[in-house]
């Protein structure tokens, strides 16, 4: 590495630190090799860049500081073993959501199992889970038809099934009763009025984070929707608030259907997600 590249760097994590953001120095290091079109590992291999990068990489840092998400400037999030096309109109997924994938992708399933991936945005979950299964029947479904556009661009190439609807909707996909070996959701479920970081507040959209006054509002009606989707012994895994992973765990439990009713915590220890399996029908359990 250059040393006036190192130098740059060095000033550029100086401003992000300024404008408030914890990860400054990985946020540049990230940048700089977004734009030199190599890796952040690579860096230090990293000669001399183009001519215009200097100046490219000023502006990716103003807009940095000005708490735009680093995934809005690189147009490209990380999740688990695949990269998405993100930006706004669209939510980021988070880190956090990977322990669920882990958890998914460990469980026993049939090799063409059936896949419903719920308030897919960016089709994170199914196309994750998609690269590592790739026999599953994957379906993938959000109201929302800006996010949509961003999941169909994911998703190109694969044989994932993208719907519009809203997962809330007792109506919605009755050809999978009782059809779905696994069911991954990650709903909006931040309660209404949380303080948040500005990437957040003011660039993931609302409709995708806030869940009620409670966090609570989807959640409530997927899991009733999972309890008539999953076949005897599917398994269903949701993400919740940290504040609300007890309440997940009485909701799943009040649906009278599922076993092994689990919390987990996220890479940070935090209460993130809640699974379940599908009782056995009255017939199986007897036979």
Not at 22 to 39: F, P, S, V, Y
Not at 141 to 159: I, K, S
Not at 177 to 184: F, P
Not at 192 to 220: C, N, W
Request: glycine share 10%.
């Amino acid at each position: 590495m250059t040393h006036r590249l190192r130098q740059a760097i060095v000033d550029a994590a100086g401003t992000l630190a300024d404008a408030g953001i914890g990860t400054a120095l990985i946020d540049a290091e990230l940048l700089a090799a977004h734009l030199a079109g190599t890796d952040r590992g690579r860096l230090a291999l990293l000669d001399v860049p183009d001519p215009g990068f200097f100046d490219r990489f000023q502006h990716a840092i103003a807009a940095r500081a000005r708490r735009i998400p680093l995934q809005h400037i690189t147009g490209t999030a990380p999740f688990g073993p695949v990269h998405l096309q993100v930006g706004p109109g669209v939510f980021i997924p988070r880190p956090e959501t990977e322990a669920l994938l882990e958890w998914a992708l460990a469980q026993p399933l049939p090799s063409e199992a059936v896949i419903l991936d719920l308030c897919t945005g960016s089709g994170a979950l199914a196309i994750a889970l998609a690269s590592q299964r790739p026999e599953a029947r994957v379906i993938a479904v959000d109201d929302d038809a800006e996010a949509l556009e961003y999941a169909r661009r994911n998703a190109a190439g694969t044989t994932i099934r993208i719907v519009q609807g809203d997962v809330t909707d007792a109506r919605l996909l009755p050809e999978l009763a009782g059809a779905v070996d696994l069911l991954v959701a990650n709903p909006p479920y931040v309660p209404a009025g949380t303080a948040l970081e500005p990437e957040v507040a003011q660039h993931d959209p609302g409709h995708a984070v806030f869940g009620g006054s409670d966090g609570m509002a989807v959640i409530g009606p997927l899991v009733t929707n999972a309890a008539r989707w999953l076949k005897p012994g599917g398994l269903l895994a949701v993400e919740h608030d940290d504040a609300t992973g007890d309440a997940t765990v009485g909701i799943v439990v009040q649906a009278g259907v599922f076993e092994q009713v689990t919390a987990h915590r996220d890479l940070n220890g935090r209460p993130r997600f809640v699974t379940a399996r599908s009782a056995p029908s009255p017939q199986d359990a007897t036979r």
